[in-house]
């Protein structure tokens, strides 16, 4: 059976930005789309919380290297451009709880796309292990 030429391809209809915010508002956890210099371009709804929560705006001209990430754009452009495909830098919440935001370049056009979200946390097999080590250690504590 053949394929369809159709479906090997992507569509080529050129996107009105007002459809891509949409379609962005769509995820659940909070994007943040910038320009190589840091400037936002794209923000969703739950990226727009996440500044506001910080205090931020994007409209406002928020950066996200010097007002999100708190580094040196040339920091993590480099290792984008050195052949990383994805980075991950701990950040802090308006809550002060650690949280991690993943990093990816667009290399079509020089953008950087980023996902926030939770930091990676601990299973229930990896924090049944730690008690029983602490566990452990109270136990010969109490010995000696």
């Avoid at 394929?3 to 909070?30: G, H, K, M, N, W």
């Avoid at 840091?38 to 928020?62: D, E």
Wanted: with cysteine; net charge negative.
């Amino acid at each position: 059976m053949e394929r369809s030429p159709i479906l090997d391809q992507p569509a080529q209809i050129p996107l009105p930005f007002t459809i891509v915010s949409a379609i962005l508002d769509c995820v659940e956890q909070p994007l943040l789309i910038a320009d190589g210099e840091g400037r936002l371009c794209a923000v969703n709804r739950q990226g727009k919380r996440y500044l506001k929560s910080h205090g931020l705006n994007a409209s406002r001209g928020a950066n996200l290297f010097q007002d999100v990430f708190k580094v040196s754009p040339k920091t993590v452009l480099e290792q984008m451009r050195n052949g990383e495909h994805e980075l991950s830098l701990p950040l802090a919440d308006a809550g002060g709880n650690v949280a991690r935001a993943r990093i990816r370049l667009i290399t079509e056009v020089g953008w950087i796309a980023v996902a926030l979200g939770p930091a990676m946390e601990t299973g229930p097999a990896e924090d049944a292990g730690i008690d029983q080590t602490l566990d452990d250690l109270l136990k010969e504590r109490e010995v000696t």
